[in-house]
């Protein structure tokens, strides 16, 4: 089906197989989870100034968005070559790879990835820095990696890491930077307030394996780098996968904490965090419920909106409550249904995929997955319809902080050129030219996996940057951006050092 058909789902047709009660409940659903143009408008201008709020506060100053200089002051132009480390640390996976640049925009990728267990997520952060050390070793013994045979800038034996770590870190050099706080499940003690490259180093020396962590690089700048690596100048590196954010590029002079010869830094947003005081966002209580439940109550609740490991939270949020209502199959919930998290987003791609009449594959995921048996068509028009409001709505706030941070690109001077191209009433263009497009470089699930997602966003981005945003923005998948990108963050390191 193509995505017109499904619409843009700013009003959900009524199933003619509906009650009268449940017409009412879903019409409700559908105003509370719709997002209009204008609301979108309204959060895109909060966005834009928390922005620049989080850009000028002074140190130690709580913003919502913290907009943290990363002290990579250049982006490649696919002639980078030599090969370095990479470490991803950033949800249940840790993965290890050694990276070879070729230098016209080409690259050779070995990896391996190592689970990180419910245990280690909530160990001692040592327990969790031993186990990536030794992860480390693991694949250099196993893959036979030497320094000899590294093609690397330097002499020295040691070999060279970039380490993505994708959780909210303020850094105060390339190769440092202190736990804000852990997001996605993490809760290691003895790592907020600490130099996580500093603990990594340690965890290496402890372990007697001879690598050096020349780089860290946030999951959204090393999207950005990996992106850059084959679509030279972009501009936004975004993750729309388990947890959510951005980064983009920021003249050195907007960014008072800095002393720079270099004209652009790179920033990383922290946009999960967008509008932590609740005073913009249209939540509702579906979404306060999840928040209060959740380990970080009152954090993060853009990033609870739109991601990965929340959006099957929010949808079973709302059924739960139909159910209570009697709305939904028959008032009976299950065992499974009513433990947290049991809903996962991937279950909802799998039913906003579903197109047959009577939705017959939503009928199999509420019978194998959670146990929820004799569900009638009007149900699971229901479930879908949940799913698509949900589904919807994540697609069009991404939309919005994309939209946002291309709004402060127009005016910080670096997209200046797009200024009277991007507005709405724009006089409409057929096409641009392959220079001038803004290239915007996505990783993650949501974006890659989650049916619609990315005409849903370019619809959202239609109605904030007018109609030659469909030709202009570029959204493009930087497949493996994290891994990618702390090899070129190394790259960039050892050549400045
Ligand atoms: C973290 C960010 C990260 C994002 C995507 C968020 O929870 O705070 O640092 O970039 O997830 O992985």
Redesign the pocket.
Known sequence: MLYSDVSSLHSIVPQTKWSALQKEAMSTLTSQFTVSTTKLQQLTEAFVQHMNEGLTAQKGACKDLAMIPTYVTGRPDGHERGSYLALDL??TNLRVCLITLKGDHALESHQRAFKVSDHLQEAHVSELMDFIAASIKDFITSEHISSKIVEHPSDSETLELGFTF???VTQTAIDAGVLLRW??GFCCPGAVGNDVVQLLQEALNRNGVNVHVAALV???VGTLLAHSYTHPNTFVGA?F?????GAYVETTRNIPSISSPAKEMLV?I?W?NFDKDKEFLPLTIHDNKLDKESINPGV?VF?KMI?GMYLGEIARNVLLNLIGQRILFGGVSSEILNKHYALETKFMSDIEKDTSSTLTATATILEQELNIRNSTVADREIVKTVCQLVGNRAARLSAMATAAVIRQGLSNGIQEKHRHLLRVGATVVSAVDEKDVINVGID?SVFEHYPYFEGRMTEGLEELLGPNARHIIKLGIARDGSGVGAALAALIATKNN
């Not at 996968?241 to 954010?245: D, R």
């Open positions: 950033g949800g994708s959780f909210p997001t996605k946030n999951d959204t993750i996968g388990t947890g959510t954010n990383n922290e999960g993060h990033e991601s993650g």
